[in-house]
């Protein structure tokens, strides 16, 4: 092979090099990325290791063992503690707040209205709540 015809080969589409076992160098084409089972490459284990179990349920005890006062506002309390109780901070930042837009909620909606069509007429309401809470929940429950 020339090399002109190398060098116009590599401009047409991306390549990389594999060396076979006579040392000789062929121009073989990436393989595509497939996302089947793209969730088992990330960490499956369900429970936390044992630094983090201990580090959730220390912050979990200094939370219980604040004592409550109703005057205090919920935004000035968890500004006040979030040092001290950093991770319980972050989900109260990602679960109290108020979404800026009806979007995420329309889509709930929408999602429960394609569960509930006739052709699938016999679901039950449980059903129907348990399905519409995988769909809109499946992000968290994979972990991302």
């Known amino acids: 092979m020339t090399m002109s015809l190398k ?3 590599l401009n047409r589409r991306p390549l990389s090099i594999v060396s076979n076992t006579s040392d000789k160098s062929v121009l ?3 393989k595509k990325r497939t996302k089947f089972l793209k969730f088992e490459k990330k960490n499956t284990s369900i429970l936390p ?3 983090e179990d201990l580090i959730f349920r220390n912050e979990k005890d200094q939370y219980l063992k604040i004592k409550y006062n109703s005057e205090v506002e919920k935004k000035k309390f968890w500004i006040n503690n979030q040092i001290n109780l950093l991770h319980l901070y972050r989900l109260a930042l990602k679960y109290l707040s108020i979404p800026a837009s009806t979007g995420p909620v329309e889509r709930m909606f929408s999602s429960a209205g394609y ?3 006739p052709h699938r007429s016999r679901i039950t309401t449980k059903n129907l709540e ?3 809470l995988l769909k ?3 992000d968290i429950l994979l972990g991302n």
């Open 49 to 51: 290791n044992e630094d």
């Open 130 to 132: 348990i399905t519409t």
């Open 115 to 117: 569960f509930n069509r």
């Open 7 to 9: 060098i116009e080969t």
């Open 136 to 138: 809109c929940n499946f």
């Open 28 to 30: 073989k084409s990436p």
